[in-house]
């Protein structure tokens, strides 16, 4: 039985209308279990100047009418004034209609409404320019409304799954977060979210941080004092398979080549490139440790693309598709 998916906008000033319209238009009926969260009248608008032919949809009032509603819905629940929004730029009204449209999504999933959510992109400066100034992007406000006590970002495209042990932070702060701690908490928090989407006996490989793994601390100690210890700890106490730290520019290769189910990586760059490279436009985002399933595009709002009708729709189109593989407990293989 497929299950209700909620996907919201993102901000309305950047390429989530054009993406979502081109993925409606493309999945066709498919999007019947599908609830938006954002604009109808910007959808409808963007779908006419496309030239798509969308599905047909209903606007609700309320998410209340959502269990009479059998097919596919829009929810508006932050109206914007169209004629004042300023397209291909940050914005207070953007940032604050995409967290708007990405909250109430969030109470659907918590309340039961929906089981999961599928995001188009954010911008961070026009969140902050609506006044969220806690919350840097969709994982932190996620961590705040589910009360999660451990998020993590898994990325996952053709041939390779990377799990972070942090992204939003700058790489000063990343590098002051490898501790040996964060390292075994982040790592069960992965292999236990592979074992639940269908791994029985998931592997990790440790990325390190410093060039040539450090070289036995010739080249910086983290190998050494904390990633190492956890790598020992995880292996001996928990039993679980965990192998590295391997340098960071041979072990994304290997995991590639099928040694290992996932990488972790230690800050954020370092897991979005190769990822990146590998198959940017099938790329999508999954949280980690939260009680519903959450995927993303992987890719930003792109102001500079608004309105000449090139936004590229596959990620988004993968990412409704492996949320409703992870709602099966499986995850793609691409």
């Known amino acids: 039985m497929i299950k209700r998916l909620a996907v919201t906008m993102g901000d309305p000033a950047g390429i989530g209308p054009e993406v979502l319209a081109k993925s409606l238009c493309a999945l066709g009926e498919a999007t019947r279990h599908l609830v938006i969260f954002g604009s109808p009248t910007l959808l409808e608008k963007t779908a006419d100047q496309l030239r798509l032919h969308c599905p047909s949809w ?42 708007q449209y990405f909250e109430q999504a969030v109470e659907a999933c918590l309340s039961g409404r929906v089981a999961g959510v599928v995001t188009c992109p954010i911008n961070k400066v026009a969140v902050q320019l609506a006044g969220y100034v806690g919350d840097i992007g ?27 042990l942090s ?14 701690d964060t390292v075994i908490e982040k790592s069960r928090l992965a292999l236990d ?16 941080l410093n060039p040539h793994g450090g070289e036995g601390g ?3 100690r ?65 949280t980690l440790g939260i009680p519903f399933v959450r995927t ?12 000449q009708g090139i936004a590229d729709a596959t990620s988004l189109q993968e990412a409704l598709r492996v949320a409703q593989l992870m709602l099966e407990a499986r995850l793609p293989e691409f």
């Not at 969709?138 to 972070?164: D, S, W």
Request: glycine share 8%; hydrophobic share 45%.
């Open 296 to 307: 993303s595009v992987d890719h930003g709002t792109a102001y500079d693309l608004v309105g």
């Open 218 to 220: 010739l080249i910086g």
């Open 222 to 286: 983290e190998e050494v004092d904390e990633i190492g210890p956890a790598v020992e700890y995880l292996v001996s106490e928990c039993q679980e398979d965990v192998r590295g730290p391997f340098p960071a520019d041979t072990v994304f290769n290997r995991a590639i080549a099928g040694e290992f189910d996932a990488v972790l990586a230690l800050y954020h760059d370092q897991g979005h490139i190769p990822i990146k490279v590998k198959d940017f436009e099938r790329s999508v985002t999954a």
């Open 167 to 180: 992204t939003h932070l700058s790489l000063g702060d990343a590098v002051r977060f490898v501790k040996k």
């Open 58 to 99: 209903t606007v609700l009032s309320t998410l209340r009418d959502l269990n009479a509603c059998e097919g596919l819905a829009i929810f508006d629940p932050s109206p914007l004034d169209l004629d004042t929004l300023i397209f291909g730029q940050a914005s207070a009204a953007g940032g604050q209609a995409s967290v």
């Open 193 to 208: 979210s592979l074992r639940a989407w269908g791994y029985a006996s998931p592997s990790l490989a440790m990325a390190a």
């Open 138 to 164: 969709h994982q932190e406000i996620l961590a705040r409304l589910t009360r999660a006590p451990l998020t993590a970002t898994l990325l996952m495209t053709t041939g390779l799954k990377v799990v972070h």
